[in-house]
């Protein structure tokens, strides 16, 4: 399977500043990246789908320009929480498909955040 | 709509089986996965079904009725470390996944 790394693991910001999670594909080339948000006790969220070379796909009711997305490479796709705020606070994961067919999906280990 | 359903929480002892059922509704259909998932994790791949049936890996099963929406996960010779939620998921005709709430499995000794 793919090995996809987030960094940072966790951060810790202000209220009002802006966080910058990475999340990578390591051993191979990805054109589609996903990104989730899951809040505790809660299942995975799709907030948007990461197209290399394009723009994201939001789904509904994520603001697109609060959480913006790069994927300026087949390695790496980057999720900005702008003007970040408390409610903000959560566990952020990636994923990418995977090379032998598209119903796989491989996880990164996720960004905890939390926003004071 | 498209909608996920499993139990929130279960118990079981280790050593036993436990099957983890969840039934789903969505617009077509691309495949059912089985997710696990550590607190404060990510989730980690177990098992995908399109076609009806059982498929078994290891101490670990699961099955498919595309007819009546519906899936198990069964986990034999329950570990301590089976100890995680369980994530249902279904592919729709997008090939988006929806996710179930995730099902606690907790195992006492």
């Known amino acids: 399977g793919a090995v996809v790394s987030q960094h940072p693991s966790w951060v810790i910001c202000k209220s009002g500043t802006s966080v910058k999670i990475e999340c990578r594909s390591l051993d191979f080339q990805a054109t589609t990246m996903f990104w989730y948000r899951q809040f505790p006790k809660q299942s995975l969220m799709l907030m948007a789908t990461s197209n290399e070379g394009s723009k994201a796909t939001y789904e509904q009711g994520v603001e697109k320009d609060k959480f913006l997305i790069n994927h300026a490479s087949l390695t790496l796709s980057t999720l900005t929480v702008t003007s970040a705020h408390p409610e903000d606070s959560s566990f952020y994961i990636c994923s990418v498909i995977g090379q032998a067919s598209y119903n796989e999906q491989f996880f990164g280990p996720g960004t905890r955040l939390t926003v004071l | 709509g498209q909608n996920i359903d499993q139990p929130t929480e279960m118990t079981a002892t280790e050593g036993a089986i436990v099957q983890i059922n969840c039934t789903y509704q969505t617009s077509g259909f691309n495949g059912l996965f089985w997710y696990q998932q550590h607190a404060g994790e990510a989730p980690t791949f177990l098992s995908y079904n399109v076609l009806d049936g059982l498929e078994e890996k290891g101490r670990f099963s699961s099955f498919l009725s595309r007819s009546k929406g519906y899936s198990y996960l069964l986990l034999k010779e329950l570990q301590m470390k089976d100890s995680a939620s369980y994530l249902c998921?279904?592919?729709?005709?997008?090939?988006?996944?929806?996710w179930g709430a995730g099902t606690k499995l907790i195992i006492k000794p």
């Open positions: 998921a279904a592919m729709d005709s997008n090939y988006q996944l929806i």
